[in-house]
């Protein structure tokens, strides 16, 4: 079975929006895994009464990522052979890209993005800034020619269950980690789909969080170069340490989830009556 991962925190008015938008998709598992909120978020999916949504819970918001790997967690435990990863707040209609990534899978694609920069100039000097280290992981990876400044970090992707189960899960917590697994192993990795980042629907940010998750982005790209070269995969070049939100990540829930530690919390919200259980 192919499984949906949509992370989200406060994302009132647009997780059911994303995930009715998905509905129709040949997906026999959307989890949500909502962290942190303190709007209506819980309470519309709730209300949202669809069989194959099972909701994972956190009180705590988790940081960026973070979700995703619990998400997928959950998603192998349930046995899905291929995962289709979607941002909580992209309310675009991009059926037809995802149902792509997901026909990418059953090529035997093991990593199939998105390229969401068709235009090679930026919108933003910031993204520029985010762009050059995404292809300065990707030639060093020698991925170049094959997908450009593609990234799981952005935009909507889908990864193999053959793939995730050579990636120690908390690595997920840094997405560009998989691309360096994805050339450690010998697995497949393809731009699947095109789709400029205006059409995800992404809910827009003002600063300081866009600067500060453009330093994100960035520390994730060097730590990602330097674990490639073997070296210790810090976030730090020419004297600039590239922290921004990753000191938010809560790696210490993931490591009590991922070691059974801390059950997850699974609702379910068939029939608008919630249903709780733990694994």
Not at 186 to 205: E, F, M, W
Not at 241 to 268: F, K, T, W
């Amino acid at each position: 079975m192919f499984a949906a991962v949509i992370p989200a925190c406060n994302e009132a008015g647009r997780l059911v929006r994303v995930i009715k938008n998905l509905w129709a998709l040949p997906l026999d598992l959307f989890i949500p895994v909502l962290n942190g909120c303190r709007d209506a978020t819980l309470a519309e999916v709730l209300n949202f009464t669809g069989s194959r949504a099972k909701i994972i819970y956190f009180p705590e918001a988790l940081g960026p990522d973070v979700p995703r790997a619990i998400g997928t967690l959950y998603a192998l435990d349930q046995g899905a052979r291929g995962l289709l990863y979607v941002d909580g707040d992209m309310v675009g209609n991009f059926n037809r890209e995802a149902a792509l990534l997901l026909e990418a899978l059953e090529r035997n694609v093991d990593l199939a993005l998105c390229n969401c920069y068709p235009e090679v100039k930026p919108r933003h000097p910031l993204a520029g800034a985010v762009l050059y280290y995404r292809g300065l992981l990707n030639q060093e990876l020698g991925l170049w020619s094959d997908i450009g400044y593609a990234t799981p970090s952005h935009g909507p992707h889908a990864i193999s269950r053959r793939l995730l189960l050579q990636i120690p899960l908390a690595d997920l917590a840094v997405p560009p980690l998989t691309l360096v697994h994805a050339t450690r192993t010998g697995c497949n990795v393809s731009v699947a789909v095109t789709l400029d980042h205006i059409y995800l629907g992404s809910r827009q940010r003002l600063d300081p969080h866009a600067e500060t998750m453009a330093v994100t982005l960035i520390g994730d790209c060097i730590q990602a170069i330097k674990t490639a070269r073997g070296e210790t995969p810090d976030r730090s070049t020419a004297g600039c340490n590239y922290l921004g939100y990753d000191h938010a990540r809560r790696r210490d829930i993931l490591v009590r989830v991922l070691s059974g530690q801390r059950p997850l919390m699974i609702m379910s919200s068939f029939h608008n009556v919630p249903s709780l259980a733990t694994i």
